[in-house]
């Protein structure tokens, strides 16, 4: 009886150390956020800014290389400047998770391989790219593409694909890539392929053995037993790590503004410098990316739901 009470009260005190930790940091969240936002009112009352989205109509001053979308510096305002960035770093984030998926996969598969060439290789690929800073792997290739050769003559029209110092042209469809958004791309999708493919590895692993074997017994052939037997089941194992990979992806596209590459980073960054409304430009950044984020969740969400459904 006496071990059942005092159970029961170190359990009882335990839940008010619980309550007293969660009503201090409570606390500490509100006054730093009551600190923080009377920093910022005494500063930019000081600078004589006023706090909105009222310079969003008012005309940007930000040049645009390259805009998806129609843009008119000095004429459109800075909403349209933002929308640009915003599209560009989906664009980006888009592009990555494709290329980074699909390589990702080719190297968990070789890293199963029974060659030992194959998987060596593979694993050499992913310890030496992972170990390197992103950051100094984009560097590397910005610099790689403006060295290589200068495109001094127009192409013809059913040239497939040019690649020269001022990107990837692609005549026969009337597209060109800058070598900032190729940079970005090869870096973001060499990089994150190396996560993915430790990924697809665990995942084809998980599946239980007596599952491949029975598939044996049943006589399937091999592309059967993978698309029938090992990916149903590895896909839900892989899913989960994976959006973890692609929100990752989606956040380190921020990095382009270290190569050039205008996304909603780098337009926000110059709305800042010409506006003084850093708040506002800051607020927007979180809202893209966190918009960016959500909706590949819910897509990634539904798909899993969709799987277990069908399991079932």
């Not at 399937?220 to 194992?237: C, D, N, V, Y």
């Not at 992806?249 to 960054?269: E, F, H, P, R, W």
Request: include cysteine; charge should be positive; aromatic fraction near 8%.
């Amino acid at each position: 009886m006496s071990h059942a009470v005092a159970a029961r009260s170190s359990r009882e005190a335990s839940r008010q150390v619980d309550r007293l930790v969660a009503l201090l940091y409570a606390a500490c969240l509100i006054a730093a956020s009551v600190l923080a936002a009377v920093y910022i009112e005494n500063l930019y009352v000081r600078r004589g800014i006023q706090f909105g989205f009222r310079f969003l109509s008012e005309p940007a001053a930000i040049p645009i290389d390259h805009p998806p979308i129609a843009y008119y510096a000095y004429t459109d305002g800075y909403a349209r400047a933002l929308l640009v960035g915003a599209i560009n770093t989906l664009k980006v984030s888009l592009s990555g998770i494709v290329f980074a998926t699909l390589l990702g996969a080719a190297l968990g598969l070789a890293l199963l391989a029974r060659h030992p060439l194959v998987s060596l290789v593979a694993r050499i690929y992913i310890e030496a790219l992972r170990n390197v800073p992103i950051l100094l792997q984009l560097m590397i290739w910005y610099a790689l593409l403006l060295h290589l050769p200068a495109r001094d003559r127009p192409q013809a029209p059913e040239s497939t694909f040019v690649l020269s110092n001022r990107g990837l042209s692609v005549p026969m469809l009337g597209a060109e890539l800058s070598p900032e958004f190729c940079a970005l791309i090869l870096g973001l999708s060499a990089y994150f392929a190396c996560y993915i493919a430790e990924i697809v590895r665990s995942g084809v692993l998980g599946v239980p053995r007596g599952q491949v074997e029975a598939a044996h017994a049943l006589g399937l052939r091999p592309f059967h037993r993978a698309t029938r037997i090992i990916l149903p089941q590895a896909l839900r194992l892989i899913i989960p790590p994976l959006g973890n990979q692609y929100a990752n992806l989606v956040k380190t596209s921020s990095m382009a503004v270290a190569i050039g590459y205008q996304d909603i980073v780098s337009i926000a960054n110059a709305t800042m410098t010409q506006t003084g409304q850093a708040l506002e430009a800051i607020l927007l950044i979180m809202v893209v990316y966190l918009t960016i984020n959500s909706a590949i969740g819910i897509v990634l969400f539904l798909y899993e739901r969709s799987g277990s459904n069908r399991a079932r």
